[in-house]
C-alpha cells in the first residue's frame, strides 16, 4: 500500500526546464521528510534535494543549488522538484523517497521509494 509514484522525466534541451512530481500514499507521506536522489550512468546514487514537513524549510547539494526548487503539497500529498537551466550533467534517473532523517544524504535514512523517472538533457 505505501507507495511513491514520480512522473515527469523526459528529454529536455539544455538550458530547458522541466517539474518532476511524486505522489504518495498518505501513510507514507504524512509527518515524512521528502527527498529527491539521482543516479546517473555508472555512477552511484547521489543526493539532490531535501524538504521537511512542517516547515518546509528545503536543502540542496551545491550541484543543484539555484536552479532546482523543491516544494510539496501536503494537502495533495505530493513533492515537486522544479528543474531549470538544465545541464547535460543532470542527466540522470530521479528518484524520490520518503524518511524520518530530515536533510539526510544517505540513501539508507529513508524508508519508502519511487520507481524513478529518466530525466535526459541534449547538448
Known amino acids: 500500500q505505501v507507495q511513491l509514484v514520480e512522473s515527469g522525466g523526459g528529454l529536455v534541451q539544455a538550458g530547458g526546464s522541466l517539474r518532476l512530481s511524486c505522489a504518495a500514499s498518505?501513510?507514507?507521506?504524512?509527518?515524512?521528510?521528502m527527498a529527491w536522489f539521482r543516479q546517473a550512468p555508472g555512477k552511484e546514487r547521489e543526493f539532490a534535494a531535501a524538504?521537511?514537513?512542517?516547515?518546509?524549510?528545503?536543502y540542496y547539494t551545491d550541484s543543484v543549488k539555484g536552479r532546482f526548487t523543491i516544494s510539496r503539497d501536503n494537502a495533495k500529498n505530493t513533492v515537486y522538484l522544479q528543474m531549470n537551466s538544465l545541464k547535460p550533467e543532470d542527466t540522470a534517473v530521479y528518484y524520490c523517497?520518503?524518511?524520518?532523517?530530515?536533510?539526510?544524504?544517505?540513501?539508507?535514512?529513508?524508508?519508502?521509494w519511487g520507481q524513478g523517472t529518466q530525466v535526459t538533457v541534449s547538448s
Open positions: 523517497a520518503a524518511g524520518r532523517v530530515v536533510f539526510s544524504v544517505r540513501d539508507n535514512d529513508y524508508d519508502y
Open positions: 498518505g501513510r507514507a507521506f504524512n509527518s515524512y521528510a
Open positions: 524538504i521537511s514537513w512542517g516547515s518546509k524549510s528545503t
